[in-house]
T-cell receptor, first 115, second 109 residues
Framework: IAGITQAPTSQILAAGRRMTLRCTQD?????MYWYRQDLGLGLRLIHY???????GKGEVPDGYSVSRANTDDFPLTLASAVPSQTSVYFC??????????????FGEGSRLTVL | GQNIDQPTEMTATEGAIVQINCTYQ??????LFWYQQHAGEAPTFLSY??LDGLEEKGRFSSFLSRSKGYSYLLLKELQMKDSASYLC??????????WGAGTKLIIKP
């Protein structure tokens, strides 16, 4: 089934460890996004990429980095995890880059717990 | 600042109708989205409004009033599977997407 695949689905991580959340899409969408979702808060944008080779900072980028080496893959890295990064992380994509006038397609999410 | 307000939780009865409201205060407006999110799952697209008025799609309808900064999602003939969170999101003048915290809808038999 076409769409977005995230891995891992769930992970428990010790504080200070490095972690990479993987995201792959097969829809050939230009734009990709990483969001975090916390109870009582709306989805918050961490980083985005409008096209392969470019990335940008969202609302809450500190402590996270991304890369976009090709169209399909958009990994999110936590260089040194802290407990406040405990969250559910969603990767998303859209056909149009830079203009949120079309549907976002989401992966199933990665639940990360930092102890 | 930019703000999206929606009720935290609502309860309705199977077979009934429910209206979920969303008010927004953003720097400009380029459209409003509604997404459905079942517990433990990804959000999925329901509707997009950019002009005033009502958009109907099966049992679900979405209304927009740009002058009032207001939208609602109307769900008819409620089914148990409609139990989910409903997320309102607005695209601002810079085409940034601002999300509300979501409304958890509980359907009772």
């Amino acid at each position: 089934i076409a769409g977005i695949t995230q891995a891992p689905t769930s992970q428990i991580l010790a504080a200070g460890r490095r972690m990479t959340l993987r995201c792959t899409q097969d829809m050939r969408h230009n734009a990709m996004y990483w969001y975090r979702q916390d109870l009582g808060l709306g989805l918050r944008l961490i980083h985005y990429s409008n096209t392969a080779g470019t990335t940008g900072k969202g609302e809450v980028p500190d402590g996270y980095s991304v890369s976009r080496a090709n169209t399909d893959d958009f990994p999110l890295t936590l260089a040194s995890a802290v407990p406040s990064q405990t969250s559910v992380y969603f990767c998303a994509s859209s056909e149009l880059a830079g203009r949120h006038t079309g549907e976002l397609f989401f992966g199933e999410g990665s639940r990360l717990t930092v102890l | 600042g930019q703000n999206i307000d929606q009720p935290t939780e609502m309860t309705a009865t199977e077979g009934a109708i429910v209206q979920i409201n969303c008010t927004y205060q953003t720097s400009g407006f380029n459209g409003l989205f509604w997404y459905q999110q079942h517990a433990g799952e990804a959000p999925t697209f329901l509707s997009y409004n950019v002009l005033d008025g009502l958009e109907e799609k099966g049992r679900f309808s979405s209304f927009l009033s740009r002058s009032k900064g207001y939208s609602y999602l109307l769900l008819k003939e409620l089914q148990m599977k409609d139990s989910a969170s409903y997320l309102c999101a607005v695209t601002d003048s810079n085409y940034q997407l601002i999300w509300g915290a979501g409304t958890k809808l509980i359907i009772k038999p």
